[in-house]
C-alpha cells in the first residue's frame, strides 16, 4: 500500500524565515547557522520565485550566516556578532534587519536580543529577531511570526490616521510572480474602487518604508492567516479594525467588499462598483458550456490553504464538481480564523494514509506532486512551492477574475 503523509515534506522554519525576506526588497537577514542554512534559499532562489533576489552576483545578498560549526559554536560569539550586525546596518541599501537562527545554536543562550541593544547603541536602524520554531507549529505559524513581530517592535513615536486610508494585515507574499502582484493589485483595486485609499499592505513586495506607511491608516483590515499582528497594531495606532476573510471567490468577495463598505458609509459605491464588475468581466455563458463539457460530477481533491477552503467550495459547487477530500496543509486549527465557513459535509483532514480512487483533479504543492504525478493522478500545482509553474504575466487568485484562470488551468489539465 503506497502511503501520502504531507507532514514529511521538506520544508522547515528557516525556509518561511527566507520568504518574509524576499518579500520586503530592503531587508536583509542575518542567521546564526551553519552554512546548510543556504540550502534553504535553493526552495526559493529560482525554483519557486524567479523573480527572488535573497542571492545576488553583486555580492549584496541578502541573507548572511554566522556559518557556525561543532568548534565555534561553544565559544563567546557575542564580538563577532555585534561586528557583522554593524557592517550590515552601516549600508546604506539595508534598511532593516532581522536576525534568526537554527535551534542547535539557540539552545546555548546566546542572547540575540541583547546584541541587537548594543548595536542600536550606535546605529538606529530598526532590528528584529525572530526565535527559531525549528518544526514546531505549521508554516502559517512561522509566516505570522515575522508579522507580529513587526507589530511589536514598529516604532510609533508618529502616526497620521487619515480617515479613508486602509491598511491590510497579513496577506501571503510567497513569490514576487504574477499571480502574488496580482493579488495585491487586486486588492488595490477593490478597495480604491470604493473611494478609500490602500497605505499599506503586509507584505506586497515592497520597502520597509512601505510597511511603515499602516502609521496612516484609519482601519487595520485583518486577513485571516493569524489575526495577531492585525490585533497588536491596531491597538498600539488606536485605530479601527476589520477581521475579514480572504476575498477568493465571489461570496466571499461580495462579503468582503459589503463589511468595508458598511463601515466607511459608502455602500452605493460598493453597489455600483460590484454591478459594474459583473458586467465586464461576467462570463456566464462560457461557464454553462465548460459546466456539462468539462466539470460536472468531476471528483477533485484540494491540498493547500485552510483559508482558500471556503471560496475552493464555492467555486466547485459552482461548477458542479464533487469535492472528494480537502487536505489541510497543516493544522486544523487554523481553520477557526475563517469567519464566516460552509463545510457542507465535505471531508477535511489533516493527513492521508492509502489510496484515492478515480479521481481527476488533484490541486496541490510541488512536493506532493511529485508523488501523485507518479501514482497516475493528474495533478495541479498551486501555491507554495510551485517548481514547475510559473507565472510572467497578471495572474490573479482574488476576486472574479481569478475565476476563469484558474477555471482555464482546470478545465485544461482535467481535459488533458
Not at 502511503?3 to 520568504?19: I, R, S
Not at 529577531?129 to 525549528?134: K, M, T
Amino acid at each position: 500500500m503506497w502511503e501520502f503523509d504531507h507532514k514529511n515534506t521538506p520544508v522547515t522554519y528557516l525556509v518561511w524565515v527566507l520568504l518574509w525576506v524576499n518579500a520586503i526588497k530592503d531587508s536583509y537577514l542575518w542567521a546564526d547557522s551553519p552554512d546548510c542554512f543556504f540550502f534553504k534559499n535553493d526552495f526559493i532562489q529560482w525554483n519557486h520565485d524567479i523573480t527572488s533576489m535573497l542571492r545576488k552576483v553583486d555580492w549584496n545578498h541578502k541573507i548572511l550566516a554566522t556559518i557556525a560549526d561543532a568548534d565555534n559554536v561553544v565559544w563567546d560569539r557575542n564580538k563577532k556578532f555585534i561586528s557583522t550586525l554593524k557592517s550590515m546596518a552601516e549600508k546604506d541599501f539595508v534598511k532593516q534587519i532581522f536576525t534568526s537562527s537554527m535551534p542547535m545554536n539557540q539552545i546555548i543562550w546566546t542572547d540575540y536580543d541583547w546584541v541587537i541593544r548594543e548595536v542600536n547603541e550606535t546605529i538606529d536602524k530598526p532590528i528584529f529577531n525572530i526565535p527559531s520554531r525549528s518544526m514546531t507549529g505549521c508554516w502559517v505559524d512561522w509566516y505570522a511570526d515575522l508579522l507580529f513581530s513587526l507589530a511589536k517592535n514598529i516604532d510609533i513615536s508618529w502616526w497620521n490616521p487619515k480617515k479613508n486610508n486602509i491598511a491590510i494585515i497579513w496577506n501571503l507574499f510567497d513569490r514576487g510572480e504574477g499571480d502574488c502582484i496580482a493579488n495585491i493589485n487586486e486588492l488595490k483595486r477593490i478597495i480604491e474602487n470604493l473611494w478609500l485609499n490602500v497605505v499599506s499592505i503586509w507584505l506586497d513586495g515592497q520597502n520597509y518604508e512601505d510597511i511603515l506607511k499602516v502609521k496612516e491608516a484609519w482601519t487595520i483590515v485583518s486577513l485571516p492567516y493569524w489575526r495577531k499582528a492585525a490585533k497588536k497594531i491596531s491597538k498600539k495606532l488606536w485605530v479601527d479594525l476589520l477581521e475579514l476573510d480572504l476575498p477568493f471567490w465571489l461570496d466571499a468577495t461580495w462579503e468582503f467588499i459589503n463589511i468595508i463598505a458598511k463601515h466607511f458609509n459608502v455602500l452605493d459605491k460598493a453597489e455600483e462598483f460590484i454591478k459594474k464588475e459583473l458586467t465586464q468581466y461576467n462570463k456566464i455563458d462560457i461557464v454553462k458550456w465548460a459546466i456539462p463539457h468539462t466539470f460536472i460530477w468531476k471528483k477533485i481533491v484540494f491540498h493547500w490553504d485552510p483559508y482558500l477552503i471556503k471560496g475552493f467550495i464555492d467555486l466547485s459547487n459552482t461548477l458542479w464538481m464533487l469535492i472528494d477530500k480537502i487536505f489541510i496543509h497543516w493544522d486544523e486549527k487554523h481553520l477557526k480564523n475563517n469567519k464566516n465557513i460552509n463545510i457542507d459535509g465535505v471531508d477535511i483532514i489533516s493527513w492521508f494514509n492509502g489510496r484515492l480512487n478515480d479521481i481527476d483533479l488533484f490541486i496541490t504543492n510541488s512536493h506532493i506532486n511529485w508523488w501523485w504525478k507518479h501514482n497516475n493522478y493528474k495533478t495541479m500545482q498551486f501555491g507554495f512551492p510551485s517548481y514547475d509553474y510559473h507565472i510572467y504575466t497578471y495572474e490573479p487568485y482574488f476576486w472574479y477574475k481569478w475565476a476563469l484562470i484558474f477555471m482555464n488551468r482546470m478545465g485544461n489539465i482535467i481535459n488533458g
